[in-house]
């Protein structure tokens, strides 16, 4: 499933009072690097994690439905919250919208919700579409929901750890008698939690 964002996430998982006070700084100096931070940490987890933290619409696309009724379409970025719709094109290329009536979302929360899933309902199969790029459009929201309380403090604490350690590793590392600079994530933090 190939994705776009629709309606990005409104605020981040961790506000800067509280993740200043997590590092201890009282001063104004440093905040906007703080900010960046913030926003490093939850890019690296989502990426590397695969999950949305605070919720965002996306399109998901498809080249086709699955061949079999019985095999579900997982959607990307758990927790799923909602699918809204389901577009796709006909045999004849005309573009159709796919009735919820005839298709359920399986939706899975807390924090280790896995991807959610979506397939027809009994007595009903996935449309027949024409085989080309990105011929099913799924639009859905996902996240643990829309203000920072709703993130797992579970997860909260992941990213506190790794704003900690970028914020207190600026220099190059020495490992062994090499010195070098941590790229990007440069660890995995996230090793210790499994969020599936």
Known sequence: MRLSVTTPAAVEPLDLTETKLYLRVSH???DALINRLIVGARTAFERDTGRQLITATRDGFLDGFPRSDRQAIHIAKPPLLA??????????????????????????SGPFARRGMLS??????????????NAVTVDFAAGYGATAADVPD?????????????YL???????????TRI??????PWLEYDFG
């Open 28 to 30: 104004v100096k440093e």
């Open 154 to 166: 579970d997860i909260k604490e992941a990213l506190l750890g790794w704003i900690s350690f970028h």
């Open 169 to 179: 590793t600026r220099e190059p590392v020495v490992t062994g008698t090499i010195a």
């Open 183 to 188: 790229p990007g994530l440069g660890f995995d």
């Open 120 to 133: 027809p309902k009994p007595d009903f199969q996935y449309p027949l579409t024409r085989r080309m790029p």
């Open 83 to 108: 699918v809204n719709a389901v577009t796709y094109f006909d045999s004849s290329g005309i573009s159709q919208t796919w009735s919820a009536a005839e298709y359920t979302a399986q939706v899975f």
